[in-house]
């Protein structure tokens, strides 16, 4: 079992930064893949970024490129998304999820998940 918790959402501008953090409770966190994906209303969850347990393998969906960086701190079982240059379309929900093994775009993939916190860009 892990729990996430993930916070750092809020309302900001377009252009404004902001970093979402994403604690999880695993011990042996430090083996675990970690995503963010997000849900904006009336729209399905899809995927942010991934990153491997070691940091190694990072991958990003193309809407966020060069605007947002995964990173993580094994040492304080987080996972992190800075978020630049923020836009309107960036509004949703944010969740962080984890699974055992390799990094995945894919939701299903993913076996615990947080509560999530919102993020909302005004224009």
């Known amino acids: 079992q892990v729990q996430l918790v993930e916070s750092g959402g809020g309302l900001v501008q377009a252009g404004d930064s902001l970093r979402l953090s994403c604690t999880a409770s695993r011990r042996t966190f430090s083996r675990i893949s970690m995503a963010w994906f997000r849900q904006a209303p009336g729209k399905e969850r899809e995927f942010v970024a991934a990153i491997s347990w070691n940091s190694a393998n990072i991958d990003y969906a193309d809407s966020v490129k060069g605007r947002f960086t995964i990173s993580r701190d094994n040492a304080k079982t987080t996972v992190y998304l800075q978020m630049n240059s923020l836009k309107s379309e960036d509004t949703a929900a944010y969740y962080c999820?984890?699974?055992?093994?390799?990094?995945?775009?894919?939701?299903?993939?993913?076996?615990?998940w947080g509560q999530g916190t919102q993020v909302t860009v005004s224009s």
């Open positions: 999820a984890s699974r055992d093994g390799r990094l995945s775009p894919y939701r299903q993939d993913y076996d615990y």
